[in-house]
């Protein structure tokens, strides 16, 4: 037990025997309250109260690996890693009060910290500084210093606001004047939520501040801009998409948070039913053809094609990626960046792909009738090209590319399967419940007819939720998964495609064919407590269902 201990003080050995899987998190949390006589804090039904978080300073209660939680009298409830009588009496000192130690895992502590001290946490005296400087002319005459001054309340704010937007998982951060005010959302498993108001005053100089950091023009407020910033975060290498657009009132900006430390899923870890993966994962691996990757903006399409790529990368291959931007790079795949200015543009970087003996191409995006020609021919001249699309479903993918002008003989000969998809949120774990779905998810669900054909499911009446808790910052959901769509091209299916068929006379065949919904995948999520009937809703097009 002292070895479990004393590691736990610095966390080295408590950590590498939960990654060993020696040990769960939970089991060790167990262990200790137990050895040492204290209770557990379950974190799930515990909200640390403000006026016992202020007694600690965020720096410090991470160094201390403690969390005050609750004020009893004189006393101080406080979550430790370390129950020890030496570890205990360290924090006592360090809030100055008696304290009463609960023993937490080491996942839930970390959830807790990044939780209760917020990075935002001090933008009020950030913003106060600003305000009590010279006129707002005048600070901006003096911006461009504000790369060198680590220091400047607007160079503060701004580096809060991303730090803060990393713990929270957020996958864009969107600042927007709004009048008098400036208001900052994060976009957080997929959802935006409103997170900062800071005064109008503070606007022009937060963009500028964007800008210079992403390279770009702060004299051209008028014209869209885009940009990039590469920068470590909390020893976290990140990559930020800066967009700047003229709306009324300022300029928006947008930053879409490219986290670099995360690993990257593999095909089983998407979400996807067992049978589709299967025959998704059959059809990657085929000598040359072409799979689609179909969905809108942030529906998860460049995730499915990474993974894709780390199943078909192998030494005996040469995989080969033309992208905008490249979002994550891979030692032993060929990457290329497309940079209009130097005229490398998709088409004519697919163009130089093909002199490179390519084995697998991916096409980032196909935005163009010219990419979407010469990524056909790659795939009817034996490469396997894998791209993404626009479209809301797997069979309205076939028809965008024969909007573009792509003939219909040439997309018969050359796709082979088409996966649409869309990213729900996950019904968090932490606080998941029984609950009664108003009548309109009734409805919703019946009209789907997703009810009847699962067995051993719980009733209608008996379906699941997140009631809401600490982790999921009270919205119920925590993380994402995938729904799929998967349309395979048979002979029939390129019949109708040369034919030039009607939209809903494809769906139908593919539909007699076993190919199952995005709607009817997403209902058996919903039937297995992965998510709710309202988020299908908000999430995935329903129309003609």
């Given at each position: 037990?002292?070895?479990?201990?004393?590691?736990?003080?610095?966390?080295?050995?408590?950590?590498?025997?939960?990654?060993?899987?020696?040990?769960?998190?939970?089991?060790?949390?167990?262990?200790?309250?137990?050895?040492?006589?204290?209770?557990?804090?379950?974190?799930?039904?515990?909200?640390?109260?403000?006026?016992?978080?202020?007694?600690?300073?965020?720096?410090?209660?991470?160094?201390?690996?403690?969390?005050?939680?609750?004020?009893?009298?004189?006393?101080?409830?406080?979550?430790v890693l370390d129950p020890s009588p030496e570890h205990v009496s360290t924090v006592a000192a360090a809030i100055g009060r008696p304290v009463r130690a609960k023993v937490s895992s080491h996942r839930d502590l970390v959830r807790a910290l990044d939780t209760a001290y917020k990075a935002t946490g001090e933008v009020g005296q950030q913003i106060q500084a600003f305000e009590a400087r010279d006129s707002l002319r005048r600070e901006a005459d003096r911006l461009e210093t504000a790369q060198v001054n680590e220091e400047a309340p607007v160079v503060r704010v701004v580096q809060m606001v991303i730090t803060q937007g990393l713990r929270d998982r957020a996958s864009d951060i969107h600042i927007e004047p709004s009048g008098d005010r400036v208001r900052v959302r994060y976009r957080i498993d997929g959802a935006l939520a409103d997170v900062l108001d800071l005064p109008g005053s503070i606007g022009p100089a937060l963009v500028s501040r964007i800008k210079i950091l992403a390279g770009?023009?702060?004299?051209?407020?008028?014209?869209?801009?885009?940009?990039?910033?590469?920068?470590?975060?909390?020893?976290?290498?990140?990559?930020?998409?800066?967009?700047?657009?003229?709306?009324?009132?300022?300029?928006?900006?947008?930053?879409?948070?490219?986290?670099?430390?995360?690993?990257?899923?593999?095909?089983?870890?998407?979400?996807?039913?067992?049978?589709?993966?299967?025959?998704?994962?059959?059809?990657?691996?085929?000598?040359?053809?072409?799979?689609?990757?179909?969905?809108?903006?942030?529906?998860?399409?460049?995730?499915?094609?990474?993974?894709?790529?780390?199943?078909?990368?192998?030494?005996?291959?040469?995989?080969?990626?033309?992208?905008?931007?490249?979002?994550?790079?891979?030692?032993?795949?060929?990457?290329?960046?497309?940079?209009?200015?130097?005229?490398?543009?998709?088409?004519?970087?697919?163009?130089?792909?093909?002199?490179?003996?390519?084995?697998?191409?991916?096409?980032?995006?196909?935005?163009?009738?010219?990419?979407?020609?010469?990524?056909?021919?790659?795939?009817?001249?034996?490469?396997?090209?894998?791209?993404?699309?626009?479209?809301?479903?797997?069979?309205?993918?076939?028809?965008?590319?024969?909007?573009?002008?792509?003939?219909?003989?040439?997309?018969?000969?050359?796709?082979?399967?088409?996966?649409?998809?869309?990213?729900?949120?996950?019904?968090?774990?932490?606080?998941?419940?029984?609950?009664?779905?108003?009548?309109?998810?009734?409805?919703?669900?019946?009209?789907?007819?997703?009810?009847?054909?699962?067995?051993?499911?719980?009733?209608?009446?008996?379906?699941?939720?997140?009631?809401?808790?600490?982790?999921?910052?009270?919205?119920?959901?925590?993380?994402?998964?995938?729904?799929?769509?998967?349309?395979?091209?048979?002979?029939?299916?390129?019949?109708?495609?040369?034919?030039?068929?009607?939209?809903?006379?494809?769906?139908?065949?593919?539909?007699?064919?076993?190919?199952?919904?995005?709607?009817?995948?997403?209902?058996?999520?919903?039937?297995?407590?992965?998510?709710?009937?309202?988020?299908?809703?908000?999430?995935?097009?329903?129309?003609?269902?």
């Amino acid at each position: 037990m002292d070895a479990v201990r004393d590691a736990d003080g610095d966390g080295t050995l408590a950590e590498r025997l939960i990654e060993a899987g020696v040990v769960t998190d939970e089991a060790l949390a167990c262990t200790l309250a137990e050895h040492y006589g204290v209770e557990v804090l379950d974190f799930r039904t515990a909200d640390p109260q403000p006026d016992a978080v202020g007694l600690l300073s965020g720096a410090t209660a991470r160094d201390l690996r403690a969390l005050p939680v609750e004020v009893d009298g004189d006393v101080v409830v406080v979550g430790v890693l370390d129950p020890s009588p030496e570890h205990v009496s360290t924090v006592a000192a360090a809030i100055g009060r008696p304290v009463r130690a609960k023993v937490s895992s080491h996942r839930d502590l970390v959830r807790a910290l990044d939780t209760a001290y917020k990075a935002t946490g001090e933008v009020g005296q950030q913003i106060q500084a600003f305000e009590a400087r010279d006129s707002l002319r005048r600070e901006a005459d003096r911006l461009e210093t504000a790369q060198v001054n680590e220091e400047a309340p607007v160079v503060r704010v701004v580096q809060m606001v991303i730090t803060q937007g990393l713990r929270d998982r957020a996958s864009d951060i969107h600042i927007e004047p709004s009048g008098d005010r400036v208001r900052v959302r994060y976009r957080i498993d997929g959802a935006l939520a409103d997170v900062l108001d800071l005064p109008g005053s503070i606007g022009p100089a937060l963009v500028s501040r964007i800008k210079i950091l992403a390279g770009m023009n702060i004299v051209e407020r008028r014209r869209p801009q885009d940009g990039q910033i590469s920068m470590a975060v909390e020893e976290r290498q990140v990559d930020i998409r800066v967009a700047s657009t003229a709306v009324v009132g300022g300029e928006k900006i947008v930053m879409r948070l490219l986290d670099k430390s995360r690993p990257l899923f593999r095909l089983e870890q998407l979400g996807m039913p067992t049978d589709t993966a299967s025959r998704y994962s059959a059809m990657i691996h085929a000598p040359y053809g072409m799979v689609i990757c179909a969905g809108p903006t942030g529906g998860g399409k460049t995730t499915t094609l990474y993974a894709s790529l780390g199943e078909l990368n192998t030494p005996d291959r040469n995989l080969m990626t033309i992208e905008d931007p490249v979002e994550y790079t891979f030692d032993s795949i060929n990457q290329i960046q497309i940079n209009e200015r130097a005229g490398v543009t998709f088409a004519g970087g697919l163009k130089s792909i093909l002199r490179q003996d390519p084995d697998v191409i991916l096409v980032g995006e196909i935005r163009d009738v010219d990419t979407a020609r010469i990524a056909v021919q790659s795939a009817l001249t034996g490469h396997l090209v894998l791209s993404s699309l626009h479209a809301t479903e797997a069979v309205a993918a076939l028809y965008r590319l024969l909007d573009m002008g792509i003939e219909s003989f040439l997309i018969a000969s050359s796709v082979t399967a088409v996966v649409a998809q869309r990213l729900v949120r996950r019904n968090c774990p932490n606080c998941l419940e029984p609950y009664q779905p108003s009548a309109e998810e009734l409805a919703f669900l019946r009209s789907v007819g997703g009810v009847e054909r699962v067995e051993g499911l719980p009733p209608l009446g008996e379906l699941q939720h997140g009631s809401g808790c600490h982790f999921c910052a009270h919205t119920g959901y925590l993380e994402r998964t995938g729904v799929y769509e998967l349309l395979q091209v048979t002979d029939e299916v390129r019949q109708l495609i040369v034919e030039r068929a009607p939209h809903d006379e494809m769906r139908k065949l593919a539909l007699s064919q076993g190919m199952r919904t995005l709607q009817e995948q997403a209902v058996d999520l919903v039937l297995q407590g992965a998510t709710t009937p309202a988020e299908i809703m908000r999430s995935i097009y329903v129309a003609g269902v």
